[in-house]
């Protein structure tokens, strides 16, 4: 590989964590830390063993290792051709805290509930800051078989499950994770607010927790890409992991292809596993999309609020935090949009910093707290993908993608028009009942080949660009023609307040104009380096450094 170095500072969502290996263990290093990346982690940490460097935790899902490195190591190491470097930094998760449970509802999940579909026999696993000491009790409310099957401290490569004891290091002391968990799978129906429906989208499937966020929702990129390689090499060892949530997020400093985060959730779509990212917190300028939702083949959530109206449709639209794409690379995101807005989960104020910080949110029954960003939203979509696995267990990742955006619903206005375009809402608003039944094929990363980006081989750039004279972002169709359509052109207007009605049949409801991939070097525009008027270039060397800041989603207002 060829040599890539950056630094920089990333104010993300939510923290992943590392996985810990006995190799050179001893003394501390004097230095700081670093994600190598070579042919291979053999040959990464040889590489790292070789100059005095004391490697931290292996990372085969990307071909590395991370590493405590001097400055006179690290100096070697970027001598080497081979390799590529990466200062690892912090990263965290996105959330913002009025009691409204309409998201079940509002995506059809208590109707398909009726029809026995609630996501049982479906695996899902959730990279986040854990959940509460002892999963199956009422802290998080997961009734019924053993709904727990592992936990993993990412940070400190720590496991719980059927054949090792339960130790602290798995406890959600921060908060974030614990809502996000209830929000997919919890099963709590005796709570008065939430009138005899459980909490969970899906309150039957079962759950993987990946700890990689500390007690203040902090991690780094080692800890996520550790806390990702411990699933990915794991996905079989527990029934079958069939989808992540992923509700974190930095803003993206490099292309997709070379971030490392980017490339772990690439191996983990590749191997058959739905990744669900949330959009960011980060909105609503334009190309705000998070890593790793900037992604092109996973499902990037935007998340959407009722405004208190849930019955209403006219109230309701897209939360003003939420990010809005093009991606830097030109991919149309979010992929779709999911209730985000000031729902209601689990969390214990007694146990968790987050909930003690914020009692002006705290509902008045159970230990209920009451957040908004797109890690709610992401978590709704992920319950939703298990309840269409439980449907159909055959689905493949772009099969899942397919279905669930063909049969999302756009937010238009009064006035028959979008109230908002492509790169705000996407494909629009999920629909778990239609998702599970629809039939739509073909329509998810059409034109991507995803081996060939993992091998570096080929990367793909998207439809979208922006007018240097106007500012405006457009679509370009199959033959490199703008399409004129209503929603595709977009002027950074902000719709609000003008009525508006979910419209199952709107133009860009198939889902398929922003899956379909162009060759990053086909001649397109955005491959000049021009095109984006964000003050700075990229170029093929410009990496996401591993020291960079990853952490659960930064405090919203509610919305």
């Known amino acids: 590989m060829a040599t890539k170095q950056a630094s920089f500072t990333v104010a993300a969502l939510l923290a992943l964590g590392t996985t810990l290996i006995a190799a ?94 609630n996501g049982a026999g479906v695996v899902v696993a959730v990279v986040d800051s854990g959940i509460p000491q002892g999963g199956n009790t009422t802290h998080l409310d997961l009734s019924g078989t053993p709904r727990v099957l592992a936990e993993y401290d990412a940070i400190g490569s720590v496991v719980v499950d059927s054949s090792h004891p339960y130790v602290s290091n798995v406890t959600d002391t921060y908060g974030h994770g614990t809502h996000i968990t209830n929000l997919i799978l919890g099963s709590d129906t005796y709570n008065a607010v939430l009138n005899g429906q459980p909490l969970g989208v899906a309150p039957m499937a079962q759950l993987i927790s990946v700890k990689a966020f500390d007690g203040n929702g902090q991690g780094s990129y080692a800890n996520v890409i550790n806390g990702l390689n411990w699933i990915y090499v794991n996905r079989a060892s527990y029934g079958s992991i069939r989808v992540v949530n992923l509700s974190f997020g930095a803003l993206p400093q490099s292309f997709y292809w070379n971030d490392p985060i980017d490339q772990a959730v690439m191996k983990l779509w590749q191997a058959g596993i739905v990744v669900v990212a949330s959009a960011g917190n980060f909105g609503p300028s334009p190309q705000t999309i998070a890593v790793p939702g900037n992604t092109p083949y996973v499902i990037t959530v935007g998340a959407m609020t009722d405004n208190w109206t849930p019955s209403n449709a006219s109230g309701h639209g897209i939360a003003s935090f939420s990010s809005t794409g093009p991606t830097k690379e030109g991919f149309i995101k979010p992929d779709v949009v999911a209730p985000g807005g000031h729902l209601a989960s689990k969390m214990y104020p007694a146990l968790q910093s987050l909930a003690a910080a914020h009692p002006e949110f705290q509902t008045d029954t159970h230990d209920m707290l009451v957040m908004s960003g797109t890690s709610q939203a992401a978590a709704v979509t992920t319950g939703v993908v298990a309840l269409m696995l439980q449907a159909n267990p055959s689905l493949t990742p772009d099969q899942v993608k397919c279905r669930l955006t063909a049969s999302a619903t756009s937010l238009v206005g009064s006035n028959g028009k979008a109230a908002y375009t492509v790169f705000q809402q996407g494909a629009g608003m999920i629909s778990a009942y239609n998702a599970v039944y629809s039939q739509a094929a073909n329509c998810g990363n059409q034109g991507l080949t995803i081996a060939l980006d993992i091998a570096g081989t080929k990367h793909y750039g998207g439809p979208a660009h922006q007018d240097p004279k106007t500012g405006n972002y457009f679509v370009l169709d199959s033959t490199g023609k703008p399409i004129t359509a209503d929603g595709y052109l977009w002027n950074q207007q902000y719709a609000r307040n003008q009525g508006y009605l979910w419209n199952n049949g709107y133009l860009w409801n198939n889902g398929y104009l922003w899956n379909n991939g162009y060759l990053w070097n086909n001649g397109y525009l955005w491959n000049n380096g021009y095109l984006w008027n964000n003050g700075f270039l990229w170029n093929q060397s410009t990496v996401a450094p591993a020291s960079a800041p990853m952490a659960t989603e930064s405090w919203n207002l509610q919305e």
């Open 24 to 117: 050179n263990a001893g003394a501390a290093v004097p230095g700081k830390g670093y994600i190598v990346e070579s042919h291979g982690t053999v040959s990464a940490a040889q590489a790292v063993r070789r100059v005095g460097g004391r490697i931290t935790h292996e990372l085969p899902i990307i071909g590395g290792v991370s590493a405590t490195l001097t400055p006179a190591q690290a100096a070697s190491l970027r001598k080497d051709p081979t390799l590529e470097l990466f200062a690892d930094a912090p990263v965290a998760t996105q959330s913002t805290a009025v009691t409204d449970i309409y998201q079940r509802a509002m995506v059809g999940a208590d109707t398909l509930a009726a029809q026995g579909i």
